[in-house]
Each structure stands twice: as structure tokens, then as C-alpha cells.
Nanobody, 126 residues
Framework: QVQLVESGGGSVQAGDSLRLSCAASGRTFSDLSVAWFRQTPGKEREFVGG????????QYGDSTQGRFTISRDNSKNTMYLQMNNLKPEDTAVYYC???????????????????WGKGTLVTVSS
């Protein structure tokens, strides 16, 4: 089992930056591919970005490409989501997730994730 705990959410102004963290425990974090998703009320969970277990491949959603960056520090069992130039439409609950899938194609699908955090709220005001 893997436990994931997000932190770093909060309320910011449009154009600001924010960094989310996701701390993992329970299994070898370096074996896991990781991803971030977000969700707003009444909508499906949306893929934000992901990184394979090797760290060699990353993918981003269309709405976050170029503004958000995923990174991981295996020595700290932690993954990060750096969010720049935030927009009001980025307001959502952000979830980190992890999977034993090894391909980058698997990252964008919620059904491929094996573990989920409970989420952290990001609110961006105009």
C-alpha cells in the first residue's frame, strides 16, 4: 500500500505561482509513476500532468502545458507540481496519484492510477 498526502494548496491571485507537494509513504516511491489530476464540482477529474517512474518522460494536459511543471525527489519520497501564471479556471481540488504502470501513455487516465491522495484545494481569484 502507498499513502499519498498533498499539501501546498491555498488561495492566490491570477498570475501568481503556487507549488503543491505530494508526500508518499508505504512502498518504494521510485518504482511508481506519478500524476496530478484536478476536479471541480460537477466535472470529471482532469489530467494535469504526470511523470514516469524513471523521470525520463512527462506529459501535461492541454490546459496546463507550458505553465505547470512536475518534478519528483525520490530521496524525499515526494513529487511536486509547480504552477505558474495561475488563472481563475485553474481553481479546483488537486489530487496526486501513483501507478505501477511504466508507460507515459498510462498517466493521463484515472483508471490507471493505483493510489490517490485526498486532494488539496487551489483557489485562484481574478
Amino acid at each position: 500500500q502507498v499513502q499519498l498526502v498533498e499539501s501546498g494548496g491555498g488561495s492566490v491571485q491570477a498570475g501568481d505561482s503556487l507549488r503543491l507537494s505530494c508526500a508518499a509513504s508505504g512502498r518504494t516511491f521510485s518504482d511508481l509513476s506519478v500524476a496530478w489530476f484536478r476536479q471541480t464540482p460537477g466535472k470529471e477529474r482532469e489530467f494535469v500532468g504526470g511523470m514516469t517512474w524513471t523521470g525520463r518522460s512527462t506529459q501535461y494536459g492541454d490546459s496546463t502545458q507550458g505553465r505547470f511543471t512536475i518534478s519528483r525527489d525520490n530521496s524525499k519520497n515526494t513529487m511536486y507540481l509547480q504552477m505558474n501564471n495561475l488563472k481563475p479556471e485553474d481553481t479546483a481540488v488537486y489530487y496526486c496519484a501513483a501507478t505501477y504502470s511504466t508507460t507515459s501513455q498510462a498517466l493521463a487516465t484515472t483508471g490507471n492510477m493505483d493510489y490517490w491522495g485526498k486532494g488539496t484545494l487551489v483557489t485562484v481569484s481574478s
